[in-house]
Each structure stands twice: as C-alpha cells, then as structure tokens.
C-alpha cells in the first residue's frame, strides 16, 4: 500500500524514521523511571544481567514476530488475526486483549508523564515543594496530565509519516544528547564511582526466582511487546525493509537506554547517600532533591532530565493512541482524526482516577486489590499492575502460542526473512537464524512466559 493508496493508514516514509519510531515507542518512562527503580529493589548489576538475558532470549524473538505478522498482514493488531484465519479465542485474548493494554496503560501513563512536565516548570519556578504535596493536588496533576494527552492527540493525528515519524526522527536524537549529559555530570559527582560499582557488578548470589519475574516483566514493558505496537508499526512498513536489522536497532537502543538509565541515576544516588530500592518515587523524589543540592547549575541539569523523560514518555504514548486508533480506521472506517481525538479524550477521562490516586481523592488513593498474594493500593498501581504487568503478559503468552502452534510459524518466518541474505543460511550449530527463530517462538517464549505466568499467580514456588 502506497501513502497515496490509504491517507488514513499511512506508511513509513523511511527506514530510519521506522527506527526512531520503533525505538521511540519503546524507548520510554519504563527505561529512565521504571529500570533504574525495579534494578535498584532487585539487587544492581545481578538484575541487569538476567535483564539482557530476558531481552535476548524471549524479547527479541517477539520482536521480530509481532513486527511480521503486522507487515505480513498489513492490519492493526486485531485484523492481524482476523485476517491470518485466527477465531474469536484468538481474536480476543491476543488482539483485543493488545489493543486494551495500550489503551488503558495510556490512561495512567499520562498521569506520570503529566508529572514530568510540573517537574520541568518546578526546577526554574520551584513550586514542587515535595512529590507527595505535589501529587495529591488535583489543580496540579490534572492540568499537566490534559497537556500532555493533548500534545500526544495533535502528534498521532497528523498521520503515520507527517506525524509520528517527523516527531520521533527529531525527539529521539534530542533525548540521547540529554541523556549523555545527565550522565556527565552524575558520574562527575564526589562518591557517584560507589553507584557505577553496584550498578555494575553482578553479585549473582541474588539472582532467584523473583528477580527473573521482575526482568522478564521489565523487558515486554520496555521493549512494547504484547501492546500490538509492534503489529501496528510492522504494518506501516515497506516489503524492502529488513525486519531483522530494524528490530536489532530497535532492541539494542531500548536496551541501551535503560542500561544508560540506570548510569543517570545510580552515581547520582550514590553519591548523596540515597537508597537505591527506594522504589517508585526513586526519580521523582531522590533526583529532584540531588539538582536541587547541585553547587550551580542543577535547576538546568534537573529541568533537562525531566525534558527528556517527557520526550521519552511523548515518543511512547503516541504509539499507545495508534494502537486503537489503526483499529478503528481500519475496522471501523473513522478518519485518523476522529479515531485519534475520541481516544485521546476518553483516555484522559478513564485517566483521572489515576491521576487523582496520588492523594487527591481518598477514595482512589486507597482502594485496594489483592494481587496473586501483595496488596496493590491506589487506582494507578492496581492498573499497572493489571493492564502494565499481566495482561502484556499474557497477549505474549497467547501470541507466541499462535503463531507457533495454531498460525504454523513458517509463514511469519519467510517475512522475516524477507531481504536478508544469511537468514536461511546454517550459522550456530548448524541450525539457521530461521530454524532459530522457530525454535524460540514454538518452544522457548510460551515456556518460559508460562512459568513466569503460573509463578506470579502462585501456581508455583517462585524462588529457585
Ligand atoms: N516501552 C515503553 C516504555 O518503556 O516506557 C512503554 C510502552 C509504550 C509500551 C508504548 C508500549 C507502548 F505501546
């Protein structure tokens, strides 16, 4: 389909634009926010290794499917199944379950990344005082959230090549100078060696059970699989584009920017005496605090991180809008604008809730869900923790399962392959990277997702 052909569904006008799209749409609150957090309650650099473990061994396999069945299919996440022959089960649990995911992870996304913008006013005007006053006032947390799911709708309804690839093809760049420089100054600060050290060195003695848990969770968050993104963007994208280079830039940048995430926060944390598991609030409390003791300069410094966690978080949310949105226009005929606008308004309604859990409404701040064994409290945890945590865990499960076993991977496969000259070649063991691939997608992904699945729930022992 060319640009022409459909102004609706639209196409990437290039490779790199995919790319930053792609890595965009990845690249997000869950690298500078939640990575450096779930490591530092996880043990440091023991973390980290299992992490890049998880990202090798299921991530990327995923990756590279849910990119091909999109392009295969040219379809939103659910006429991908529809239209490969899947029946309502399937329809349903993979890309029904998809497109809800990003829906409703948009609606809490938004508070935080609403949060990002009070802190980026707050290093020049300083009228955050501390986070928890901050977040239960509702004259604060709302107007930022609205902002930001305004900004969002005005990216995605400008279309797939003019909106969403013009925006990541310039943000991106802008968000690794950033970080670079954040990293400069953290690691220059006195005692910040004692955070590289912990954050590096794999002490490997606390690796168990729940650690893989937390890694194999962060590593779909992180690299948007089990959402439908990647159907989606795989659907904009042209036959000549090799999915196998685009989805190892994809996966290396992600990873990447975590592990560069991490290097932010840790020295920094470190160096003026924090505790590294302090959990959630580990950026939005520690590092505030950290710019503000900086001798000169750390209002600059401080308003150019929380920039860049909102230009990570904006790269992201648009994604999470095109998912439903590709859904409509395709299924249900709306035009971008409508589709874009609609759901962007009913995830900013859907959102408050979320955004008045901080303390706002005692009501939503302490309602409580008992999940598989821990108390969730407040309406935004319950929902990450049901829509960020298990339900991409299960559109992964069931999406694996398929395209290995109901779909027949050879067809996704061949896509994959399309355009790289050693895929069929014998490389590692004598096996070829296709034969691999099948391997993983039929055997490693579902297995190892259902263990991580039947040990969350409870079914079994999660410490190994
Ligand atoms: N990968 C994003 C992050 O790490 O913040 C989260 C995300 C954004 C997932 C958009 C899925 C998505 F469609």
Same mark, same amino acid.
């Given at each position: 389909? %060319?640009?022409?052909?459909?102004?609706?569904?639209?196409? /990437?006008?290039?490779?790199?634009?995919?790319?930053?799209?792609?890595?965009?749409?990845?690249?997000?609150?869950?690298?500078?926010?939640?990575?450096?957090?779930?490591?530092?309650?996880?043990?440091?650099?023991?973390?980290?290794?299992?992490?890049?473990?998880?990202?090798?061994?299921?991530?990327?396999?995923?990756?590279?499917?849910?990119?091909?069945?999109?392009?295969?299919?040219?379809?939103?996440?659910?006429?991908?199944?529809?239209?490969?022959?899947?029946?309502?089960?399937?329809?349903?649990?993979?890309?029904?379950?998809?497109?809800?995911?990003?829906?409703?992870?948009?609606?809490?996304?938004?508070?935080?990344?609403?949060?990002?913008?009070?802190?980026?006013?707050?290093?020049?005007?300083?009228?955050?005082?501390?986070?928890?006053?901050?977040?239960?006032?509702?004259?604060?947390?709302?107007?930022?959230?609205?902002?930001?799911?305004?900004?969002?709708?005005?990216?995605?309804?400008?279309?797939?090549?003019?909106?969403?690839?013009?925006? =990541?093809?310039?943000?991106?760049?802008?968000?690794?100078?950033?970080?670079?420089?954040? *990293?400069?100054?953290?690691?220059?600060?006195?005692?910040?060696?004692?955070?590289?050290?912990?954050?590096?060195?794999?002490?490997?003695?606390?690796?168990?059970?729940?650690?893989?848990?937390?890694?194999?969770?962060?590593?779909?968050?992180?690299? %948007?699989?089990? /959402?439908?993104?990647? *159907? +989606?963007?795989?659907?904009?994208?042209?036959? %000549?584009?090799?999915?196998?280079? =685009?989805?190892?830039?994809?996966? $290396?940048?992600?990873?990447?920017?975590?592990?560069?995430?991490?290097?932010?926060?840790?020295?920094?944390?470190?160096?003026?005496?924090?505790?590294?598991?302090?959990?959630?609030?580990?950026?939005?409390?520690?590092?505030?605090?950290?710019?503000? $003791?900086?001798?000169?300069?750390?209002?600059?410094?401080?308003?150019?991180?929380?920039?860049?966690?909102?230009?990570?978080?904006?790269?992201?949310?648009?994604?999470?809008?095109?998912?439903?949105? =590709?859904?409509?226009?395709?299924?249900?005929?709306?035009?971008?604008?409508?589709?874009?606008?609609? *759901?962007?308004?009913?995830?900013?309604?859907?959102?408050?809730?979320?955004?008045?859990?901080?303390?706002?409404? %005692?009501?939503?701040?302490?309602?409580?869900?008992?999940?598989?064994? +821990?108390?969730?409290?407040?309406?935004?945890?319950?929902?990450?923790?049901?829509?960020? +945590?298990?339900?991409?865990?299960?559109?992964?499960?069931?999406?694996?399962?398929?395209?290995?076993?109901?779909?027949?991977?050879?067809?996704?496969?061949?896509?994959?392959?399309?355009?790289?000259?050693?895929?069929?070649?014998?490389?590692?063991?004598?096996?070829?990277?296709?034969?691999?691939?099948?391997?993983?997608?039929?055997?490693?992904?579902?297995?190892?997702?259902?263990?991580?699945?039947?040990?969350?729930?409870?079914?079994?022992?999660?410490?190994?």
């Amino acid at each position: 389909m %060319s640009i022409q052909a459909s102004e609706n569904r639209g196409q /990437w006008g290039s490779k790199f634009g995919f790319i930053m799209a792609a890595a965009g749409s990845a690249v997000g609150l869950g690298n500078i926010w939640r990575f450096p957090y779930i490591t530092g309650q996880n043990g440091g650099g023991a973390f980290v290794f299992v992490y890049i473990l998880c990202v090798l061994l299921v991530g990327l396999p995923l990756l590279y499917n849910e990119t091909a069945l999109g392009r295969l299919t040219g379809k939103n996440t659910v006429g991908a199944f529809k239209d490969t022959g899947a029946n309502k089960f399937w329809q349903i649990t993979a890309g029904f379950l998809a497109l809800s995911v990003s829906f409703f992870v948009l609606t809490y996304y938004g508070v935080i990344a609403g949060w990002t913008i009070g802190y980026i006013i707050s290093e020049f005007t300083d009228f955050i005082k501390d986070f928890e006053t901050f977040r239960s006032n509702a004259l604060y947390v709302i107007p930022f959230f609205a902002l930001f799911m305004v900004i969002t709708v005005y990216i995605v309804q400008a279309g797939v090549s003019g909106g969403i690839e013009k925006a =990541s093809k310039i943000l991106m760049p802008v968000l690794f100078i950033l970080i670079v420089l954040v *990293i400069f100054r953290s690691i220059t600060l006195p005692g910040a060696m004692e955070g590289v050290k912990y954050y590096l060195t794999p002490d490997f003695a606390k690796i168990n059970g729940n650690t893989i848990l937390a890694a194999l969770g962060q590593a779909f968050f992180s690299l %948007s699989i089990g /959402w439908g993104i990647m *159907i +989606t963007y795989g659907s904009y994208l042209p036959k %000549s584009n090799n999915i196998i280079s =685009s989805g190892l830039w994809v996966g $290396s940048m992600d990873t990447l920017v975590a592990l560069l995430g991490g290097l932010m926060i840790f020295p920094a944390v470190f160096a003026f005496g924090k505790d590294p598991a302090g959990g959630t609030t580990l950026v939005f409390q520690v590092l505030p605090e950290i710019f503000n $003791s900086m001798p000169t300069g750390g209002n600059i410094v401080g308003a150019l991180f929380f920039l860049l966690l909102c230009i990570a978080a904006l790269t992201s949310s648009i994604s999470m809008i095109e998912v439903p949105a =590709s859904y409509l226009i395709d299924e249900k005929k709306w035009s971008r604008k409508k589709a874009s606008w609609i *759901i962007g308004i009913l995830a900013f309604l859907i959102g408050i809730p979320s955004a008045l859990s901080g303390g706002a409404s %005692s009501f939503f701040t302490n309602i409580s869900l008992n999940f598989f064994g +821990t108390t969730k409290t407040g309406f935004l945890d319950i929902m990450d923790a049901l829509f960020g +945590t298990l339900f991409i865990v299960i559109v992964c499960l069931m999406t694996a399962l398929y395209v290995g076993w109901v779909l027949k991977p050879q067809k996704v496969s061949e896509e994959i392959g399309l355009g790289s000259p050693f895929y069929h070649k014998k490389l590692v063991f004598g096996l070829s990277p296709s034969q691999m691939w099948i391997f993983f997608i039929k055997f490693i992904c579902p297995i190892v997702i259902l263990l991580v699945l039947l040990a969350t729930v409870g079914v079994i022992e999660a410490d190994v």
